[in-house]
């Protein structure tokens, strides 16, 4: 059996501030832009993986949830409790630069890691923390 990770999903409540920076800050090339029943779906991903999209779907991408469904699941996003995916890089400390001065909002600077990995984190523009890791050698 081979299983391979195909899609994501990362919940964002604005396409509009996310697309931009997962596409211009991060350099992920888009690979679909669906709406469907008022709700919006952009994938997106590495060109380097092309087998692997990232969706950037609505909070609570379901239309029968309820209002209060909503709510909660958009408080909780707008808390950064939503959890998004962990990239990979070959020079964390040039990621950070890179992604810091197009002005992502920083939650740790880089750090070697007890674990085995040197990494930084920031905040999407939903408030997804991102973290970029680059294995020590």
Same mark, same amino acid.
């Given at each position: 059996?081979?299983?391979?990770?195909?899609?994501?999903?990362?919940?964002?409540?604005?396409?509009?501030?996310?697309?931009?920076?997962?596409?211009?800050? +991060?350099?992920?090339?888009?690979r679909n832009d669906v709406?469907?029943?008022?709700?919006?779906?952009? @994938?997106?991903?590495?060109?380097?993986?092309?087998?692997?999209? !990232?969706?950037?779907?609505?909070?609570?991408?379901?239309?029968?949830? @309820?209002?209060?469904?909503?709510?909660?699941?958009?408080?909780? +996003?707008?808390?950064? +409790?939503?959890?998004?995916? !962990?990239?990979? @890089?070959?020079?964390?400390?040039?990621?950070?630069?890179?992604?810091?001065?197009?002005?992502?909002?920083?939650?740790?600077?880089?750090?070697?890691?007890?674990?085995?990995?040197?990494?930084?984190?920031?905040?999407?523009?939903?408030?997804?923390?991102?973290?970029? @890791?680059?294995?020590?050698?």
């Open positions: 059996m081979d299983i391979k990770l195909s899609q994501c999903f990362i919940a964002v409540d604005d396409h509009d501030k996310a697309l931009p920076f997962y596409r211009d800050v +991060l350099g992920l090339e888009v709406g469907y029943e008022g709700m919006r779906w952009v @994938t997106v991903g590495a060109p380097s993986q092309p087998d692997v999209n !990232i969706v950037l779907e609505p909070p609570l991408a379901d239309p029968n949830a @309820t209002a209060a469904d909503r709510e909660a699941m958009a408080e909780l +996003l707008a808390k950064g +409790l939503l959890r998004a995916v !962990i990239f990979s @890089t070959d020079d964390c400390d040039a990621t950070f630069e890179s992604i810091r001065a197009a002005g992502g909002e920083v939650l740790q600077e880089p750090v070697d890691q007890p674990y085995g990995v040197r990494d930084c984190a920031f905040r999407d523009p939903a408030g997804n923390m991102l973290r970029f @890791t680059q294995p020590r050698k």
